[in-house]
C-alpha cells in the first residue's frame, strides 16, 4: 500500500520528495547562516538554495538521462553484433562461465568507468550553478564569483567526462567492426565481449546509485 502511494506522488509530483527533502534542509541551514545579518536576505537565500537543490539536481539528471540512453544504445547495438560472433564461434558458454571472475583492469577501463560515474554529478552542477544565476541575476545574492566558477567547472568536467565515453565508444565500435571482418579470431572476441559487458554494468551501477540518493533515474 505505501508502495503504491509512493508512486502515485512521484508521478504527480516530478521531483521525486527525497530531492524536496534535500532542498528543504540544505535551505534551512544556509539560510540560519544569515539570520545575523537580514531575516528577508536569510529568507531569500534560503529559498534560492531550495530551488537549486531540487529543481537543478532534477533537470541535471534529465539532462544526463539523454547521454545515458544514447550510450546505451550504442552498446546495446555493440552487444548485439558481438552475440552474433559469440554464437557464430561457439564461445557464448566460455563468456558465460568468466563473466564474473575476468575484469578489465586497463588504465584505459578505469577512466572511462570513473567518467561514467562522475557524468551525472557535473550535469547538475552545471544546471545548479546556472538556476543559481538566473536567482542571483534576480535577487542579488552576492554569490557570483562562486557559482560561476562553479559552472564553468562543471561544464569543463563533463565535456571530458562525455568526451572520453565517446571516443571509448568509437573505438569499441572499431573493434567491432575488424573483428567481424576476422571473424576466425576467437580470442579477441571473448575478451572484447567481456570488457564491452563491464562497460554495461558501470552505465547500470550510476544508474542504480542516482536512484538509490535521489529516486530520479537515467534510464528509461
Given at each position: 500500500?505505501?508502495?503504491?502511494?509512493?508512486?502515485?506522488?512521484?508521478?504527480?509530483?516530478?521531483?521525486?520528495?527525497?530531492?524536496i527533502?534535500?532542498?528543504?534542509?540544505?535551505?534551512?541551514?544556509?539560510?540560519?547562516?544569515?539570520?545575523?545579518?537580514?531575516?528577508?536576505e536569510a529568507?531569500?537565500?534560503?529559498?534560492?538554495?531550495?530551488?537549486?537543490?531540487?529543481v537543478?539536481?532534477?533537470?541535471?539528471?534529465?539532462?544526463?538521462?539523454?547521454?545515458?540512453?544514447?550510450?546505451?544504445n550504442?552498446?546495446?547495438?555493440?552487444?548485439?553484433?558481438?552475440?552474433?560472433?559469440?554464437?557464430?564461434?561457439?564461445l557464448?558458454?566460455?563468456?558465460?562461465?568468466?563473466r564474473?571472475s575476468?575484469?578489465?583492469?586497463s588504465?584505459?577501463?578505469?577512466?572511462?568507468?570513473?567518467?561514467?560515474?562522475?557524468?551525472?554529478?557535473?550535469?547538475?552542477?552545471?544546471?545548479?550553478g546556472?538556476?543559481?544565476?538566473?536567482?542571483?541575476?534576480?535577487?542579488?545574492l552576492?554569490?557570483?564569483?562562486?557559482?560561476?566558477?562553479?559552472?564553468?567547472?562543471?561544464?569543463?568536467?563533463?565535456?571530458?567526462?562525455?568526451?572520453?565515453?565517446?571516443?571509448?565508444?568509437?573505438?569499441?565500435?572499431?573493434?567491432?567492426?575488424?573483428?567481424?571482418?576476422?571473424?576466425?579470431?576467437?580470442?579477441p572476441?571473448k575478451?572484447?565481449?567481456?570488457?564491452?559487458?563491464?562497460?554495461?554494468?558501470?552505465?547500470?551501477?550510476?544508474?542504480s546509485f542516482?536512484?538509490?540518493?535521489?529516486?530520479?533515474?537515467?534510464?528509461?
Amino acid at each position: 500500500m505505501d508502495s503504491q502511494v509512493w508512486d502515485t506522488v512521484n508521478k504527480v509530483v516530478p521531483v521525486d520528495l527525497r530531492l524536496i527533502l534535500y532542498g528543504a534542509i540544505c535551505g534551512l541551514l544556509t539560510g540560519s547562516l544569515r539570520l545575523g545579518e537580514s531575516i528577508d536576505e536569510a529568507t531569500a537565500l534560503g529559498i534560492a538554495i531550495f530551488v537549486q537543490i531540487t529543481v537543478g539536481v532534477w533537470s541535471g539528471l534529465r539532462l544526463c538521462r539523454f547521454w545515458i540512453q544514447f550510450a546505451e544504445n550504442r552498446l546495446n547495438t555493440l552487444t548485439g553484433r558481438l552475440e552474433a560472433l559469440v554464437s557464430q564461434l561457439d564461445l557464448g558458454n566460455r563468456i558465460a562461465g568468466e563473466r564474473n571472475s575476468v575484469r578489465p583492469s586497463s588504465i584505459w577501463s578505469i577512466i572511462v568507468r570513473c567518467c561514467i560515474y562522475m557524468t551525472p554529478f557535473w550535469m547538475v552542477g552545471i544546471t545548479t550553478g546556472v538556476i543559481l544565476a538566473a536567482i542571483d541575476f534576480q535577487v542579488n545574492l552576492g554569490a557570483y564569483d562562486l557559482y560561476f566558477l562553479y559552472t564553468i567547472a562543471s561544464i569543463s568536467l563533463v565535456i571530458l567526462c562525455l568526451a572520453v565515453q565517446y571516443v571509448d565508444l568509437w573505438l569499441k565500435t572499431r573493434k567491432v567492426t575488424r573483428l567481424e571482418q576476422h571473424v576466425n579470431s576467437g580470442s579477441p572476441i571473448k575478451e572484447f565481449a567481456l570488457h564491452t559487458d563491464h562497460l554495461g554494468t558501470a552505465y547500470s551501477n550510476a544508474d542504480s546509485f542516482v536512484y538509490k540518493v535521489t529516486g530520479q533515474r537515467l534510464v528509461a
